[in-house]
């Protein structure tokens, strides 16, 4: 059985880069996507609201490419901190950003019903992860992506 970690990684962001519309713990319109580790995969869930179609009966590609974005970058933490062999928000903190994003839309993705989001790294390499991220509904995949997510410079957090 895969081991879960109960904390996701987002909540280990540093405050002054928290506010990221899809996954920012402290942006209270936004998503709050929250991402976390299964073994050596990470697992993140979505409930789309009415509000987020396309057509009727069906979410926005939009969202779907920003779920992909966050959970990629939430992904790249999960994976450094473990290849690092150190516990989520040690010192110094790790949050990622996207450098590259690829999206491919498998099938429509239904609304009203919960997304499974899955990652899966493909490669670490300094600063840069790459990951592949599924998202799924009622175990058919919708969606597949790969981001390219490098850690945040600096001045990023700097106001």
Do not use: W
Request: hydrophobic share 35%.
């Amino acid at each position: 059985m895969n081991t879960i970690i109960m904390e996701a990684i987002q909540d280990f962001y540093p405050d002054d880069v928290s506010h990221c519309y899809g996954c920012g713990k402290l942006n209270e319109m936004g998503y709050q996507l929250k991402s976390y580790a299964v073994g050596e995969e990470t697992m993140a869930r979505f409930t789309p609201k009415e509000y987020h179609t396309a057509t009727p009966g069906f979410v926005y590609g939009g969202l779907l490419a920003s779920l992909v974005d966050c959970h990629g970058t939430g992904t790249a933490a999960i994976a450094t901190y473990k290849n690092e062999d150190r516990p989520f928000g040690s010192e110094p903190k790790l949050r990622f950003v996207t450098a590259s994003l690829k999206v491919d839309y498998l099938k429509p993705t239904p609304l009203g019903q919960e997304l499974l989001i899955n990652g899966k790294v493909k490669e670490i390499k300094g600063k840069k992860v790459v990951s592949e991220i599924t998202i799924s509904v009622n175990e058919v995949i919708t969606v597949r992506g790969e981001v390219v997510a490098v850690q945040m410079p600096e001045s990023m957090g700097k106001k």
